[in-house]
Each structure stands twice: as C-alpha cells, then as structure tokens.
T-cell receptor
Framework: AQKITQTQPGMFVQEKEAVTLDCTYD???????LFWYKQPSSGEMIFLIY??????QNATEGRYSLNFQKARKSANLVISASQLGDSAMYFCAMREVNYGQNFVFGPGTRLSVLP | ETGVTQTPRHLVMGMTNKKSLKCEQH?????MYWYKQSAKKPLELMFV???????ENNSVPSRFSPECPNSSHLFLHLHTLQPEDSALYLC???????????FGPGTRLTVL
C-alpha cells in the first residue's frame, strides 16, 4: 500500500491566489514527521515545511502553511499569494521514527501558476 | 561553496562504461543519501549512510556501488548500466539520520 498519496497530478492557480496541495499518509507509527519539498525544473529539491506528529499547532513558514489533520491522516500544503516562481513539482514526504527513520515520498503534484 | 553539490550535472554513458557520481555536502551533516528519480515514479531511496556507515540498501542492483569515504563526500559508482537506469540521481544530507534532508541539484543520467 502507498504510504504517501498525492491525488492531484497537476494543479493550476492564478497568480496572487491561494492554493492547497493535498497529501494523505498511512502509518501505524505514533511518532512521525511530515515534510513538503519543492522541485523546480532545475531539479533541486527544496525543503519547505515540517510538521511533527505531536505538534499541536499547524506549521507555518512564510507563505507556506501545513493543514495537519491527524485523525484524517492528511497534511495538506497551503501556499498563499501564489507567485510565478512557485510553479514546480511539490512532494509530500513522511519519516516514521520507529520504522527506520527513512523518508518516503509521494508521487508529487505539478503546480502551475498562471499570470 | 555551500549546501550540497553534485557533479557532473549531466552524464551520458554507454552500457559498458564505468562512471562515478560525486556528492559533497558543506553543512557539517552526519548522514547522506542517494535517491533515484525516474519519470512518473516516486522518489526512490537507494542508499543511506550515517556516520560513514551504510545503514540502508534498498534492494539496489549491484551495478550501483556507493562509497562514503568521509562524512562530507558520497560517491555512486556505476558500471554496466541498463537504459532503464536513466534517471535523475539526487544526493541529500541531514544532520542526523531522520532529520530534514537537504538535496543537491542532481545528476541527470542517460544510459544509451
């Protein structure tokens, strides 16, 4: 079974609007971390935001926020005030603390910001 | 230089060639990783080194051979590759195994 699901292969958003990228995960570990990465066409993966399973508040980093709903096992990324430079692939990833500590990545969502 | 660097950025090789990919991190991290990113497939973890010891080998074919001579350098030695090995190979590092990872720009490998 897939551990990380990103159901949106591609998304479009108008510049300056907000967009939500979906991520659901599957784990039986009580202690885990959720990460979002951005991959522009240049190929480099850029770390955006982190949410720990025990964090009670949703993580925020500038224009990025993570809508963490633990009971639903979802960790959606919200980008506010989209910019043209936000066009990229976005990957959700999970690290299970008690199952090897390795990252598992989702298939990604391609976001295109329209002028 | 800062961050994680990878060389070469692009590599074209024949199936009988031997080549090596190099990764260097300037972040003082203790863990390093090799990932393979193929078209239309999720990122696949290949190898993990923590404190210069290999701690993970995800059923990677023996034609890929990693080497970690010290905590700052990671190599991926390639020999007798197949066309299906064509992919983007990403190196990453983290402070410790399990921490957030910082990635290099990747090597785009094409096997003819």
């Amino acid at each position: 079974a897939q551990k990380i699901t990103q159901t949106q292969p591609g998304m479009f958003v108008q510049e300056k609007e907000a967009v939500t990228l979906d991520c659901t995960y599957d784990t039986s570990d009580q202690s885990y971390g959720l990460f979002w990465y951005k991959q522009p066409s240049s190929g480099e993966m850029i770390f955006l935001i982190y949410q720990g399973s025990y964090d009670e508040q949703n993580a925020t980093e500038g224009r990025y926020s993570l809508n963490f709903q633990k009971a639903r096992k979802s960790a959606n990324l919200v980008i506010s005030a989209s910019q043209l430079g936000d066009s990229a692939m976005y990957f959700c990833a999970m690290r299970e603390v008690n199952y090897g500590q390795n990252f598992v990545f989702g298939p990604g969502t391609r976001l295109s910001v329209l002028p | 230089e800062t961050g994680v660097t990878q060389t070469p950025r692009h590599l074209v090789m024949g199936m009988t060639n031997k080549k090596s990919l190099k990764c260097e991190q300037h972040l003082g991290h203790n863990a390093m990783y090799w990932y393979k990113q193929s078209a239309k497939k999720p990122l696949e973890l290949m190898f993990v080194y923590s404190l210069e010891e290999r701690v993970e080998n995800n059923s990677v074919p023996s034609r890929f051979s990693p080497e970690c001579p010290n905590s700052s350098h990671l190599f991926l030695h390639l020999h007798t590759l197949q066309p299906e090995d064509s992919a983007l190979y990403l190196c990453a590092s983290s402070q410790d195994h399990g921490d957030e990872q910082f990635f290099g720009p990747g090597t785009r490998l094409t096997v003819l």
